[in-house]
Protein backbone atom coordinates (compact mmCIF):
# COMPACT_ATOMS: atom_id res chain seq x y z
CA UNK A 1 0.00 0.00 0.00
CA UNK A 2 1.38 3.86 -0.63
CA UNK A 3 -0.14 6.55 0.41
CA UNK A 4 0.96 9.74 -0.97
CA UNK A 5 0.83 13.53 0.09
CA UNK A 6 1.36 16.18 -2.07
CA UNK A 7 2.16 19.52 -0.74
CA UNK A 8 4.14 22.78 -2.43
CA UNK A 9 0.90 24.22 -4.55
CA UNK A 10 -0.07 27.80 -4.06
CA UNK A 11 -0.42 30.94 -6.45
CA UNK A 12 2.20 32.19 -8.36
CA UNK A 13 2.66 35.28 -10.70
CA UNK A 14 3.24 33.80 -14.49
CA UNK A 15 7.46 33.67 -14.89
CA UNK A 16 7.38 32.39 -11.58
CA UNK A 17 8.13 29.26 -9.61
CA UNK A 18 6.78 26.15 -7.85
CA UNK A 19 8.02 22.56 -6.71
CA UNK A 20 5.32 20.75 -5.93
CA UNK A 21 6.89 17.49 -3.38
CA UNK A 22 4.84 14.19 -3.09
CA UNK A 23 5.80 12.24 0.07
CA UNK A 24 5.23 8.63 0.27
CA UNK A 25 4.57 6.45 3.42
CA UNK A 26 4.70 3.28 1.82
CA UNK A 27 7.89 1.26 1.85
CA UNK A 28 7.58 0.14 -1.46
CA UNK A 29 7.59 3.67 -2.86
CA UNK A 30 11.07 2.95 -4.35
CA UNK A 31 10.00 0.41 -6.45
CA UNK A 32 7.21 2.38 -8.27
CA UNK A 33 7.35 4.65 -10.98
CA UNK A 34 5.87 8.03 -10.16
CA UNK A 35 3.56 10.58 -12.41
CA UNK A 36 2.23 13.83 -11.99
CA UNK A 37 -1.26 15.21 -13.59
CA UNK A 38 -3.22 18.06 -13.39
CA UNK A 39 -6.81 18.60 -13.45
CA UNK A 40 -8.28 22.63 -14.49
CA UNK A 41 -11.67 23.14 -13.96
CA UNK A 42 -14.12 21.63 -16.39
CA UNK A 43 -11.30 19.51 -18.44
CA UNK A 44 -10.40 15.83 -18.16
CA UNK A 45 -7.15 15.00 -16.11
CA UNK A 46 -4.12 15.80 -17.89
CA UNK A 47 -0.22 13.71 -17.59
CA UNK A 48 2.02 16.17 -17.09
CA UNK A 49 5.24 14.43 -15.80
CA UNK A 50 6.23 10.72 -14.91
CA UNK A 51 9.93 9.17 -13.73
CA UNK A 52 10.72 5.33 -14.43
CA UNK A 53 11.87 4.03 -10.98
CA UNK A 54 14.66 1.67 -12.10
CA UNK A 55 16.65 4.23 -14.92
CA UNK A 56 15.18 7.72 -13.74
CA UNK A 57 14.21 8.08 -16.57
CA UNK A 58 11.91 10.99 -17.30
CA UNK A 59 8.89 11.85 -19.79
CA UNK A 60 7.01 15.02 -19.91
CA UNK A 61 3.94 16.33 -21.92
CA UNK A 62 4.97 19.04 -24.73
CA UNK A 63 3.70 21.95 -23.11
CA UNK A 64 5.62 21.79 -20.08
CA UNK A 65 9.18 20.35 -21.56
CA UNK A 66 12.05 22.68 -20.90
CA UNK A 67 10.00 24.31 -18.38
CA UNK A 68 9.25 21.42 -15.34
CA UNK A 69 11.79 18.67 -13.83
CA UNK A 70 10.39 15.59 -12.61
CA UNK A 71 12.68 14.02 -9.75
CA UNK A 72 12.77 11.50 -6.56
CA UNK A 73 14.57 11.17 -3.55
CA UNK A 74 14.00 7.65 -2.77
CA UNK A 75 16.08 7.96 0.61
CA UNK A 76 12.85 10.41 1.48
CA UNK A 77 10.66 8.62 -0.59
CA UNK A 78 9.37 11.34 -2.39
CA UNK A 79 9.23 12.84 -5.75
CA UNK A 80 9.01 16.69 -7.03
CA UNK A 81 8.26 18.64 -9.53
CA UNK A 82 10.07 21.80 -10.00
CA UNK A 83 7.79 24.09 -12.54
CA UNK A 84 9.68 27.54 -14.11
CA UNK A 85 8.31 29.98 -16.28
CA UNK A 86 4.48 29.21 -15.38
CA UNK A 87 1.77 30.20 -17.31
CA UNK A 88 -2.05 31.22 -16.50
CA UNK A 89 -3.00 27.82 -18.37
CA UNK A 90 -0.75 25.78 -15.80
CA UNK A 91 -3.51 26.46 -13.76
CA UNK A 92 -5.08 23.45 -12.01
CA UNK A 93 -4.80 20.60 -9.11
CA UNK A 94 -2.06 18.82 -9.49
CA UNK A 95 -1.85 15.25 -8.39
CA UNK A 96 1.10 12.90 -7.67
CA UNK A 97 0.23 9.04 -8.74
CA UNK A 98 2.36 5.85 -8.59
CA UNK A 99 1.98 2.79 -10.28
CA UNK A 100 3.94 -0.52 -11.94
CA UNK A 101 3.91 1.45 -15.39
CA UNK A 102 4.71 4.68 -16.79
CA UNK A 103 1.91 5.99 -18.64
CA UNK A 104 0.35 8.95 -19.46
CA UNK A 105 -3.01 7.32 -19.04
CA UNK A 106 -4.66 8.38 -15.56
CA UNK A 107 -5.56 4.21 -15.08
CA UNK A 108 -2.39 2.74 -15.20
CA UNK A 109 -1.36 4.09 -11.60
CA UNK A 110 -2.70 2.51 -8.40
CA UNK A 111 -2.33 5.30 -6.05
CA UNK A 112 -2.80 8.72 -6.13
CA UNK A 113 -2.75 11.78 -3.41
CA UNK A 114 -4.95 14.04 -2.83
CA UNK A 115 -4.07 16.93 -4.99
CA UNK A 116 -2.81 20.49 -4.07
CA UNK A 117 -3.57 23.50 -6.28
CA UNK A 118 -1.14 25.69 -8.46
CA UNK A 119 -2.99 29.02 -9.48
CA UNK A 120 -0.73 30.98 -11.86
CA UNK A 121 -2.07 34.64 -11.99
CA UNK A 122 -1.48 36.79 -15.14
Known amino acids: QVHLVESGGGVVQAGGSLRLSCASS????????MGWFRQAPGKEREFVAA????????YYVDSVKGRFTISRDNAKNTVYLQMNSLKPEDTAVYYCAAGGSVSSTPREYDYWGQGTQVTVSS
Open 51 to 58: IRWRTGTT
Open 26 to 33: GRTFISYN
